[in-house]
């Protein structure tokens, strides 16, 4: 059983930065797949970036270049640093943890067993 907490999210204006932090209790997070997925009001769950147990990263288009996924196996977490923030970004954002890596992009949300409560983001324009 992997619980996960989600911290760090917030309000910001447009170009701005936010950091989210996923920290993972109940087994050792490093040895799982570990993503972070999004949900805007009306839409379906999407999936931004994820992080293998090998520390290969993958990231949706619509993310690449302003999005870095990271793990700090120390502290058993993973981090979401968010820039240039738009207000397309704004969404409740879910991290979640699978048993097995993932070397595909837009991995499916079913096919994250463990997800966390979510953090809202929020980007003004």
């Known amino acids: 059983q992997v619980d996960l907490v989600e911290s760090g999210g917030g309000s910001v204006q447009a170009g701005g930065s936010l950091r989210l932090s996923c920290a993972a209790s109940?087994?050792?997070?490093?040895?799982?797949?570990r993503g972070w997925f999004r949900q805007a009001p009306g839409k379906q769950r999407e999936w931004v970036a994820h992080?293998?147990?090998?520390?290969?990263?993958h990231y949706a288009d619509s993310v690449k270049g302003r999005f870095t996924i990271s793990q700090d196996n120390a502290e058993n977490t993973v981090d979401l640093q968010m820039n240039s923030l738009k207000p397309e970004d704004t969404a409740m954002y879910y991290c979640?943890?699978?048993?097995?890596?993932?070397?595909?992009?837009?991995?499916?949300?079913?096919?994250?067993?463990?997800w966390g409560q979510g953090t809202q983001d929020t980007v003004s324009s």
């Open positions: 979640a943890a699978r048993d097995l890596d993932y070397y595909a992009l837009r991995p499916p949300p079913w096919a994250f067993g463990y």
């Open positions: 109940g087994y050792r997070y490093s040895n799982y797949c």
């Open positions: 992080i293998n147990s090998d520390g290969s990263t």
